[in-house]
């Protein structure tokens, strides 16, 4: 398995490192008080000159993040809306499907605590999977993580930019239940 580590749990403004805690992606986005939040997500540019020894990044791509309508995604000199890209599944949502660069069908499952990413076919085979970071108080302290076979190691930067864009839905969907419990409702469905 490939381990890529974040910096923190905040997906959308953090640094992931692979297994030699070279940086290889990083995301970031703005804050902003009004109008639409985007999230670039850069790659590491290959560095063959020894004489530059700081890390070079290309932007990967862009997540426009909508409240009401579609968010975007912006890759390649494309922009595709969210619900074209990676369009819900399931009875609830709780389940984003895409076409890989590969030309087979992928699944992510946004589960309470997780997201899992399986090819959307009979087999259901889990390729991806990500962990939160725990504290310690139980087990060892781990930064989170996410954990990717090898078998879909060629599709990485499709995984990562749809892996940023279900997570973030993900934890609003908890947030909000959280928040519905705190307040003494029956809670967002999850």
């Not at 639409?36 to 020894?50: A, L, M, Y």
């Not at 595709?80 to 069908?105: H, Y």
């Not at 899992?116 to 990500?130: H, I, K, P």
């Not at 108080?137 to 864009?165: N, W």
């Amino acid at each position: 398995m490939i381990l890529l580590t974040f910096s923190t749990e905040n997906v959308r403004n953090t640094v992931i490192t692979n297994e030699q805690g070279q940086i290889i992606y990083k995301t970031e986005t703005p804050f902003k008080l009004v109008g639409v939040r985007t999230t670039t997500i850069q790659k590491i540019k290959p560095n063959d000159d020894q004489s530059h020894m700081q890390d070079q990044f290309d932007v990967l791509g862009e997540i426009e993040w909508h409240k009401f309508t579609s968010s975007k995604f912006r890759y390649d000199g494309t922009e595709v809306e969210a619900k074209q890209f990676i369009p819900r599944k399931g009875l609830l949502g709780r389940k984003r499907v895409f076409i890989g660069p590969d030309s087979r069908p992928y699944r992510w499952d946004l589960k309470f605590k997780v997201v899992v990413l399986s090819r959307d076919d009979a087999s259901r085979t889990e390729v991806a999977r990500f962990h939160r970071a725990t504290l310690g108080i139980v087990g060892r302290k781990r930064k989170a993580m996410l954990q990717v076979s090898p078998e879909v190691a060629h599709m990485m930067d499709t995984i990562i930019m749809t892996f940023i864009y279900v997570e973030k839905l993900r934890k609003d969907k908890e947030r909000a239940s959280r928040s519905a419990a705190a307040s003494g409702g029956l809670g967002a469905g999850l």
